[in-house]
């Protein structure tokens, strides 16, 4: 369903059988409105126009350098909106992507340490499993249990989303993996078992 803009006819079904012109006044139904002309010609005069292409207007800026571009400029290199220029240098390898490599050691290191307070938590755990024989020692496992399997279930979305990026950190994120991994399913099983036999 559509209007068009010059006669003001009601254009009933699909918009697309109709083609550019309306059938009654031929006029073109799919033209700029005059608010968005006036919007392009407002932004053509406050100079807002792509260094590489003069004659086309900007319609973003490059989040790491900052240059204006138009839409045949931009691209998208790691979830981020840049500039060919900024795109061609780190492909090339002349700029390291720094905060991507700082991130990636960050989450590898953060998935090792919460690995092992995930195991430190987790020891009275395996230590007082079999002298929880009362309703309150089973309450009191299941609670400890709990506590000790937060920080490892975070752990574990840290070395996935490290194992991810693959950077120069693949080995302590996949220990992170192994670590938290191996709490979860030793903690699981444990709790479990407890459960089974009361």
Not at 15 to 40: I, Q, V, W
Not at 76 to 89: F, P, T
Not at 124 to 149: D, K, N
Request: glycine letters at 10%; a positive charge; proline letters at 3%.
């Amino acid at each position: 369903m559509l209007d068009c803009r010059h006669c003001g006819e009601y254009l009933r079904g699909d918009a697309t059988k109709y083609g550019a012109r309306c059938p009654h006044c031929r006029e073109p139904l799919f033209e700029r409105s005059d608010a968005a002309c006036r919007r392009r010609d407002a932004q053509e005069s406050r100079g807002d126009n792509c260094p590489t292409h003069p004659g086309n207007i900007a319609v973003g800026y490059c989040k790491r350098c900052g240059t204006f571009m138009c839409s045949l400029c931009r691209s998208r290199w790691n979830d981020r909106v840049l500039c060919l220029e900024c795109v061609e240098r780190l492909m090339a390898g002349k700029e390291k992507v720094s905060e991507q490599e700082q991130t990636h050691r960050w989450q590898a290191l953060v998935s090792v340490l919460l690995g092992f307070g995930s195991w430190v938590l987790a020891s009275p755990l395996v230590a007082v499993r079999g002298a929880a024989t009362s309703q309150e020692g089973i309450i009191g496992l299941v609670m400890v249990a709990m506590v000790s399997l937060l920080p490892s279930l975070f752990g574990l979305g840290m070395a996935a989303a490290a194992i991810r990026v693959r950077g120069d950190r693949m080995v302590a994120a996949t220990c992170g993996l192994a670590l938290n991994g191996a709490q979860i399913g030793t903690v699981t099983g444990l709790v479990l078992l407890v459960i089974w036999k009361h």
